[in-house]
């Protein structure tokens, strides 16, 4: 008996449907590219060591996942005479925006791994030199991190580069899958008087736990009156900005939970947490305390705590700014009824020693200056004469 046409067709286009399901498209296995050592500074920047095409010297890059692109200081544009052009591009900071130049078609040669044809936007690092102690050269972000798996491990202080592809995560960790643009854009509760739901930029190279934008701590008001808060600074693109900082109850980004968390709080004057798109960022403070897969081909980052995952949280608080001038550790910066201004200090006072230990590393004194509740003696050069200044470091959860 002959079928009729309409069943031969749903037989052949079901039979077909069989054969189809069957091929899948899979992506290839990732590859290791490379793999090598980092270094760790104050708050969890990572700094990398690259070459800039063929020139010679080896320069420091902070790796930054809350920055777009990528970008070379300008006076490292100026020394190695780099050609840059005119653009009508503009970026923008917790403390300024500014119209760059770029330098164009560039490569970065990393250990092991050669990035070609990079578009580098041109800033000034002048201001995170001088906070670090260490050359800051540029910023390597988005243009390299959109090509690779990069691997980050604060146990061992190596960064692994992988080809994109399918990758087996370790066990004990958790998948995030923040919203991307240029920056990744993950979901995070805050806890204080009650619980709020955000988005945050995940921001490596923030050294700090977590900064919300003033209209979202005030529209939320989450934070209770009981909480102490106290004026300080940091430091961000166009420059110093005054904010305020405080300790709130609890932080949670995916399963984990952190208590008693530090944050800082500032005046978003120049929208770049669109708010109410997103309350803040949060740092590599608390990032630090993982070690991480950044997936961006694939949007993913996978988190699993390290042995760093305990560490205790810096409640220090003096209310001053201290950065490396001319080789010497600087006080440039002292709030007004902090501990360092009770303890005596005035602007340009060059620190020479604290609590007997003698070095020229800013990344030290800074150590020493986060022991919270501690009294520390500090020796500082003022006028060609020698003065002992005694300051009790602030907790800033009392």
């Known amino acids: 008996m002959k079928r009729p046409a309409i069943v031969c067709l749903l037989v052949f286009f079901l039979s077909s449907l069989a054969s189809y399901s069957q091929e899948e498209f899979v992506m290839p296995q990732s590859k290791s590219l490379t793999k090598f050592k980092f270094a760790q500074l104050s708050g969890g920047i990572i700094i990398l060591r690259a070459q800039l095409d063929n020139i010679p010297d080896t ?4 790796l930054d996942t809350g ?4 970008s070379l200081d300008s006076s490292t544009v100026e020394e190695f005479k780099i050609p840059k052009e005119k653009s009508d591009r503009t970026i923008r ?6 119209t760059v130049d770029f330098a164009y078609h560039h490569s970065l040669r990393l250990p092991g791994l050669k990035v070609d044809s990079l578009d580098f936007h041109i800033n000034d690092y002048d201001l995170l030199t001088s906070v670090y102690g260490v050359k800051i050269d540029g910023i390597i972000c988005f243009s390299f991190l959109r090509r690779y798996i990069v691997r980050i491990d604060y146990d061992d202080f190596t960064i692994e580069v992988l080809s994109p592809g399918t990758i087996k995560y370790p066990r004990g ?17 805050i806890t204080d008087d009650r619980q709020v739901f955000s988005r945050f930029i995940f921001d490596t190279g923030a050294g700090l736990c977590a900064l919300l934008s003033q209209d979202f701590v005030d529209d939320s008001d989450f934070i209770s009156k009981r909480r102490k808060i106290f004026p300080t600074q940091a430091e961000g693109l166009g420059g110093k900005k005054l904010m305020n900082t405080t300790v709130l109850k609890g932080l949670n980004v995916g399963p984990y939970h952190f208590k008693n968390v530090p944050i800082y709080i500032f005046k978003d004057e120049f929208n770049v947490t669109s708010y109410p798109q997103l309350g803040g960022l949060i740092g590599n403070d608390i990032f630090r305390r993982f070690n991480i897969i950044l997936n961006y081909p694939e949007q993913v980052i996978h988190l699993k705590p390290n042995f760093h995952y305990a560490d205790n949280f810096d409640y220090s608080y003096t209310g001053l700014g201290i950065y490396m001038v001319n080789g010497e550790i600087t006080v440039i910066d002292i709030i007004k009824g902090s501990p360092g201004e009770k303890a005596g200090f005035k602007p340009d006072d060059t620190i020479y020693a604290i609590d007997n230990s003698l070095t020229t590393d800013i990344q030290t004194f800074k150590t020493l200056l986060q022991n919270a509740g501690s ?5 500082v050069s003022r006028n060609k ?4 200044l005694n300051m009790v470091i602030r907790d800033i959860r009392k």
């Open 59 to 62: 320069l420091n890059f902070v």
């Open 67 to 70: 920055s777009g692109g990528i």
């Open 375 to 379: 009294k520390v003696k500090i020796v």
């Open 93 to 98: 900071g917790i403390a300024g925006m500014k």
């Open 385 to 388: 004469k020698l003065l002992t």
């Open 173 to 189: 960790g958790y998948v995030l899958r923040p919203n991307f643009s240029t920056l990744p854009l993950q979901s995070a509760n």
